[in-house]
């Protein structure tokens, strides 16, 4: 049966169990978008406000699923739109298809209306990337594409489709299923047993998992390990949500802006066991001091991440879950009671130190800004802060809720505070740090599973991509959105209170947006608050509301993220307490 390329490009959509993509239409892609009209009953297409949001759509429906995420954007603009989100999937291992629609073969290098190498531009960020110049390769190519993006590290890919191919007709055979990812590469049973060894003569074994425990589905797997060989667990930004926060063996995300007890925990282990992390320099701080005391296991699906930012002793490449499957009866099952004490130590060192520092907090006084600080006249009993609102705001949330954070503080007071039970429930940007990418991850993640998302965000970064509002309000998303309002830019701010003498340059935002206003006028709903009462109070109308509801929450510029590590800086160099 002959079919215009758009119908393929369609109709292979739907084969491979795609459900739902995000797009915004032009030219260069409108037959793309008539063809998804003509089979809106078959694949829904959700319209964003601004490409960006609709990678970040996909890239929250493909983190919240496992699925592939889609994304559909036309030539020139509409396609460099798109490359803030997929560089954001590329950083964070995403799996996603992003279509961009092109000018004719014809005309492409001629600089023609809207014309732009997007395949150049997004070759260092994507897997792989295509340009389709015969109908006839159309369909195997997206086929192909899905297959790169879900395999191995999973990761966005582009394809390219000039209008001329979107337009013109050739043969098509659908396929019966979905393309499987390539065969996963194992580990080797020598590499597993030098493994178990290297656990036996540990005395204060640690293990270290990231993001590769959640896209692997091993985090039952971790679990057993960490039982049979008494060992504490810390993860990277990225691996938070794969074991529940309360387990009485996690003590929490470590690194730069880590729980105390897990990094210092991990400084003082003689054994890492590195599960599916790729130790960014937020993790690990000073390359050269940081694994001076203990030995490193490090296994990885991707074997380009071994040895590259931290050397191991021992370096396993292979698919996580089968390597700790196959690990766990390799190891005896032990009991380690003075590293047990240790730990529990720690663990009351991090709550004392944390109590001092909420109190040094209150007794600050404003006025470091260049304009008034939004807390001022608010007495300190009252003063609202973001652990409270976290806390406030977890016990109305059901388990299952998606929480979505942009990029700066309240990304990291989120991560150190919301007690996740769940996997797939924690979406956030933490390779590329992109401000802006939580409104539409939320929609996108909303949209995948039915539920309700709540975004943590700050006022700095809900400013970088709100007009999504107009999408959340008309997908009548449930969607909670907690605004940690302080008047600046507060991660960057607190950089230059500590290493650059209070240089406020250009942090405090001084703007007069008012969000109650702003989400009327997009069609939610929306309520200011700045104390813990009137938070709980209006937590309660924003949970009952069936639609998009914004919590304007005011909060002291002079609160910070800690604890904090120095940009380069170690464990010996960890800040507790702003003086």
């Not at 240089?503 to 703007?511: D, F, G, M």
Request: aromatic share 8%; with cysteine.
């Amino acid at each position: 049966m002959k079919i215009s390329g758009a119908k393929i490009i369609v109709e292979t959509l739907i084969e491979q169990g795609c459900d739902t993509v995000f797009g915004y239409p032009g030219g260069q892609a409108i037959n793309i978008f008539d063809e998804l009209y003509l089979n809106s009953s078959r694949i829904n297409h959700i319209l964003t406000a601004h490409e960006q949001g609709a990678s970040h759509a996909a890239d929250g429906y493909a983190r919240a699923t496992g699925k592939v995420g889609v994304c559909i954007a036309t030539s020139g603009p509409g396609a460099t739109n798109l490359v803030t989100g997929i560089a954001t999937a590329y950083l964070d291992s995403v799996p996603m298809v992003a279509i961009t629609g092109n000018v004719p073969t014809s005309l492409i290098g001629r600089d023609s209306f809207q014309e732009v190498d997007i395949v150049g531009i997004t070759m260092p960020v994507t897997k792989h990337n295509f340009i389709v110049q015969d109908i006839r390769e159309l369909a195997d190519t997206l086929r192909t594409a899905f297959k790169i993006a879900k395999s191995g590290r999973p990761g966005p890919v582009l394809v390219d489709i000039p209008k001329d191919i979107q337009t013109g007709t050739c043969e098509f055979e659908p396929k019966k299923e979905p393309v499987r990812p390539y065969p996963l590469n194992f580990a080797s049973d020598l590499a597993l047993k030098q493994a178990a060894e290297m656990i036996r003569e540990a005395k204060r074994p640690y293990i270290y998992f990231g993001g590769g425990i959640i896209s692997g589905k091993a985090a039952n797997e971790l679990l057993a390990l960490a039982e049979k060989i008494d060992a504490p667990m810390g993860c990277s930004l990225m691996g938070l949500s794969a074991v529940p926060s309360d387990h009485p063996r996690f003590l929490g995300m470590n690194g730069m802006h880590g729980h105390y007890a897990s990094s210092v925990a991990q400084d003082e282990a003689d054994l890492v066991i590195a599960l599916g992390a790729r130790f960014s320099d937020r993790a690990t701080g000073d390359k050269k001091r940081f694994s001076k005391n203990f030995k490193i296991i490090h296994i990885d699906i991707d074997s380009a991440e071994l040895d590259k930012n931290i050397s191991s002793d021992l370096a396993v490449s292979g698919d996580i879950r089968d390597a700790l499957f196959r690990l766990i009866p390799m190891v005896s099952k032990v009991e380690r009671p003075e590293w047990d004490k240790r730990i529990e130590e720690l663990r009351a060192e991090e709550q004392r130190r944390l109590e001092s520092a909420a109190a040094a907090v209150f007794e600050k006084k404003c006025g470091n800004c260049t304009s008034p600080c939004p807390m001022t006249g608010i007495p300190a009993s009252e003063r609202l802060v973001p652990y409270t609102i976290i806390d406030i705001i977890s016990q109305k949330a059901d388990e299952h809720d998606i929480i979505v954070t942009d990029v700066g503080q309240h990304q990291m007071w989120t991560a150190q505070r919301y007690p996740f039970r769940n996997p797939r429930t924690f979406l956030t940007s933490g390779g590329l740090g992109t401000m802006g990418y939580g409104m539409g991850a939320a929609i996108g993640a909303s949209a995948a599973q039915g539920r309700r998302s709540i975004l943590f965000t700050g006022d700095g970064s809900f400013g970088m991509n709100l007009n999504e509002l107009a999408t959340a309000v008309s997908q009548n998303t449930p969607l909670v959105i907690v605004i940690m309002n302080n008047g600046v830019l507060g991660m960057v701010r607190q950089w230059q209170t500590l290493f650059f003498d209070k240089h406020y340059s250009n942090t405090t935002l001084a703007r007069k947006t008012d969000f109650v206003k702003l989400a009327e006028a997009f069609g939610a709903k929306g309520v200011r608050v700045s104390t813990a009462q009137e938070l709980e109070d209006a937590a309660e109308q924003a949970f009952a509301y069936k639609g998009t509801f914004i919590l304007d929450c005011v909060i002291d510029c002079n609160e910070f993220v800690l604890p904090m590590l120095p940009p380069g800086g170690s464990i010996e160099d960890i800040i507790t307490e702003i003086k």
